[in-house]
């Protein structure tokens, strides 16, 4: 979510990196109608793992967004908070606006694509990761991190759209690379596609080892590491 290349490695100290996997996996979402909610979440298309109902005091629904290796919850007697107070959820897109056309088509309210206003973060506007000053459509340059849309669930849940194509480095494991859908993987050869046309360009001629060099650039990009030229 951060765009600030900060990282703690240090290793050999108590405050360095946990070596014990510690996976964040759920948040609890709080709701005044729990049929409600269920309804509204799978509108999102989002899937549906569980929905289990004692028949009295207790009732837990569990949904899993496409892609996502984090899954929220909600129901009856699982959070002492306020329905509406959690603020601030963060899904995390390779396109913004097809991520908002989705849920447009679906029958969701969504907001306009708006951008930071580049270090100004005081103003009126609903807080966000960059303040409370949102400049109307995307990033002009498109850079990661920078282009947000939000929506609210029923209660008035806050969650937001972050485009991120290109991570900071040490933001993921370089050895591991994923695409959570055929859309990401494909707006990832496209922009690789993109670069290896500049890139023939700049060597005047045909490249017959484009496989390899496109591998090195979808996984570099993904990695936060320097990109092939």
């Known amino acids: 979510m ?35 909610a269920k309804e509204f979440y799978g509108r999102l298309g989002w899937r549906l793992d569980a929905d289990y109902d004692n028949g009295k005091d207790f009732r837990v629904i569990q949904f899993t967004p496409p892609g996502s290796g ?5 129901g009856k007697n699982v959070t002492p908070a ?30 306009e694509v708006f ?8 103003g009126a506007d609903e807080p966000y990761l960059f303040g409370r000053v949102r400049v109307s459509g995307p990033d002009a340059e498109h850079r990661s991190y920078r282009s947000f849309a939000s929506f609210r669930d029923p209660d008035g849940n806050g969650w937001l759209f972050q485009e991120i194509t290109t991570r900071l480095p040490g933001r993921i494991d370089p050895a591991s690379t994923t695409f959570a859908s055929a859309n990401d993987l494909a707006s990832a050869f496209r922009r690789a596609a993109a670069a290896h046309g500049e890139h023939e360009k700049r060597i005047g001629a045909a490249d ?22």
């Open 115 to 122: 951008h930071d206003a580049a270090g100004v973060y005081a």
């Open 82 to 111: 306020a329905a509406g107070a959690a603020q601030g959820l963060y899904l995390i897109v390779s396109d913004i606006q097809a991520a908002r056309n989705e849920l447009l088509n679906r029958g969701v309210e969504v907001s």
């Open 208 to 229: 017959p080892n484009w496989p390899d060099w496109y591998a090195k650039y979808m996984v570099a990009e993904q990695a936060g590491t320097e990109l092939p030229t």
């Open 2 to 36: 951060s765009t600030k290349a900060v990282r703690t490695n240090d290793l050999t100290s108590d405050a360095g990196v946990a070596k014990v996997a510690m996976k964040f996996e759920v948040v609890v979402i709080p709701v005044s109608d729990v049929d409600r």
């Open 70 to 74: 984090c899954s929220i919850i909600f």
